[in-house]
Nanobody, 124 residues
Framework: VQLQASGGGLVQAGASLRLSCAAS????????MSWFRQAPGKEREFVAA????????YYADSVKGRFTISRDNAKSAVYLQMNSLKPEDTAVYYC??????????????????WGQGTLVTVSS
């Protein structure tokens, strides 16, 4: 599956952004989808995930209550709605896919497919 992330930009603290990840090349509905982010000088970190079979969602503690992951299987897309953005949310955001939610779903190494990333910058 090929993934294309979009929707990043420059916003002020407290604003909202919606990231999109379009998938192609395979049966999107059968993939678990996740978002990761990587800030300058830091390791890539897990943000959110959504299962393919029951759409159960998982979130990093740092974004819980502010970010929402969702998917539209008919459009082969996954979204990340980001509200109440903070300067510490500044990072390149990546979407990732795998055939199921692994017990290690917060670790980037378990994901087989990655998009190219979209930059989110939050100014204070």
């Amino acid at each position: 599956v090929q993934l294309q992330a979009s929707g990043g930009g420059l916003v002020q603290a407290g604003a909202s952004l919606r990231l999109s990840c379009a998938a192609s090349g395979s049966t999107f509905s059968r993939y678990a989808m996740s978002w990761f982010r990587q800030a300058p000088g830091k390791e890539r970190e897990f943000v959110a995930a959504i299962n393919w079979s029951d759409s159960i969602t998982y979130y990093a503690d740092s974004v819980k209550g502010r970010f929402t992951i969702s998917r539209d299987n008919a459009k082969s897309a996954v979204y990340l709605q980001m509200n109440s953005l903070k300067p510490e949310d500044t990072a390149v955001y990546y979407c990732a896919a795998d055939h199921s939610i692994s017990r290690y779903y917060t670790e980037s190494r378990v994901y087989a497919y990655w998009g190219q990333g979209t930059l989110v910058t939050v100014s204070s």
